[in-house]
């Protein structure tokens, strides 16, 4: 009989936070969304979140969070944005969004529900509202169908990292509400506190 593993889950500062941004350059260079060596500018203004494995502490999973003025995020930088959904999210305060970025986990590890968990609880716990992100078409379209997220579209889709990507928005209490009133039992367990969900993971 198989052992269900067991997960830790928390943002991460010193060693853990290098084994993060490693594996998140090992990942997209290995799907082809960054070059070997190649500069990742938002480094120095990220949280990051990691999934980490209880007996071996090997780091299985990650995303981030980017903290930067709105027109300085990737997605804003590198996408079309509508210039009403642009003068709406610049009304926002600057401590009030970030940018979602950054998540990728290892094969068969079945860790991003809980990734986002940890993400959001974190961002509930501090005051962010809203998060800006871009999605790859075929997850948007998965999203939608399966965790009926309100991400609301601010821009003309785009081909960035190599997929054609979707720029959205996401309000946290839309998203909330509508998970309560369509996807209850989502709704439950990404309101919980699990005991393996810690607000930093050290190492």
């Known amino acids: 009989m198989e ?4 997960y830790y889950f928390g943002n991460v500062e010193g060693k853990l936070r290098d084994k993060a941004i490693a594996l998140h350059h090992q990942r997209y260079q290995e799907v082809g969304f960054f070059k070997q060596n190649e500069e990742d500018p938002y ?16 780091v299985v999973g990650v995303t981030r969070l980017i903290f930067m003025p709105m027109e300085e995020l990737p997605t804003i930088k590198n996408f079309s944005i509508s ?3 642009k003068e709406r999210l610049l009304q926002l305060e600057e401590s009030k969004y970030a940018e979602f ?8 590890h079945d860790v991003g529900l809980g990734l986002i968990k940890t993400v959001l ?6 005051d962010v509202t809203h998060w800006i992100c871009c999605i790859d078409e075929r997850v948007y379209k998965y999203m939608h169908r399966i965790f009926k997220f309100p991400f609301e579209v601010i821009g003309e889709p785009n081909v ?5 990507t979707i720029p959205c928005a996401l309000d946290l209490s839309v998203c909330l509400a509508t998970l309560k009133e369509k ?5 439950d367990y990404l309101m919980e506190n699990e005991k393996n969900t810690v607000e930093e993971l050290t190492q």
């Open 3 to 6: 052992v269900e593993e067991t």
């Open 101 to 108: 970025s950054a998540f990728t986990k290892m094969p068969k």
């Open 83 to 85: 210039l009403a959904e």
């Open 121 to 126: 609880n974190y961002s509930l716990n501090n």
């Open 43 to 58: 480094i120095d203004h990220s949280t990051y979140f990691v999934v980490q494995t209880e007996d071996a502490k090997e």
């Open 160 to 164: 960035y990292l190599g997929s054609k």
């Open 183 to 187: 996807r209850s039992t989502l709704y």
